[in-house]
């Protein structure tokens, strides 16, 4: 399931990468692989993307949290779409490796995204601050994903417990995803 091939790496989507229409979007290629969790990082939102009409989401390095996602395989070929996806070129997400857990226990070495500038840990049942938060759209995108992938159930009740703005994306973004 793991195991290597040839001419492909895997990816760690968290936030609206875990839908898989939206990875199709611009990652024609992306196989879904499984779910994993990655230790010591908090899901947490900070930079406000015109784009999504609210803060699109980042993992915060952060000792005793966890983020599940989803685990894609996509070629070595499109490796560029995505850090383009990503915003790489403007500096908005970096791309690092990270090791992920996967269901069974095993540990995959995966390729993710965290954005440049990180925001304050949120404490435990802590709200994000209205300044920060996710448009509903994203929020939903976000939630149909993490379904979608059969992410735990704890994880997603967790997730619903995420406050959005009230916004909605942009009609090109709504458009794509036929939300």
């Known amino acids: ?16 990468n875990l839908l898989k229409k939206r990875i199709h979007i611009n990652n024609p290629s992306a196989e879904f692989i499984g779910i994993g969790k990655l230790n ?5 939102f900070i930079k406000y993307s015109d784009h999504w009409g609210g803060s699109s989401a980042t993992i915060v390095p952060t000792e005793n949290s966890f983020v599940w996602g989803a685990i894609w395989r996509l070629k070595n070929e499109d490796m560029s779409k995505l850090d383009w996806q990503e915003g790489v070129d403007t500096n908005w997400y ?62 997603v009740i967790g997730l619903k417990k995420i406050s959005h703005n009230g916004n909605k994306a942009s009609a090109k973004m709504i458009e794509k995803l036929n939300m």
Not at 40 to 44: D, G, R, S
Not at 104 to 122: A, F, S
């Open 40 to 44: 010591n990082h908090q899901l947490n």
């Open 94 to 155: 970096f791309a690092k490796t990270v090791e992920v857990e996967a269901e069974d226990g095993t540990i995959v070495e995966c390729r993710t995204y965290q954005q440049t500038t990180n925001p304050p840990v949120r404490k435990e049942g802590e709200d994000i601050p209205v300044d920060r938060r996710p448009s509903m759209t994203y929020l939903d995108c976000i939630l149909r994903g993490a379904m979608e992938c059969n992410l735990p159930k704890e994880y």
């Open 1 to 16: 399931m793991f195991s290597p091939v040839k001419d492909t790496f895997l990816y760690f989507a968290y936030g609206s």
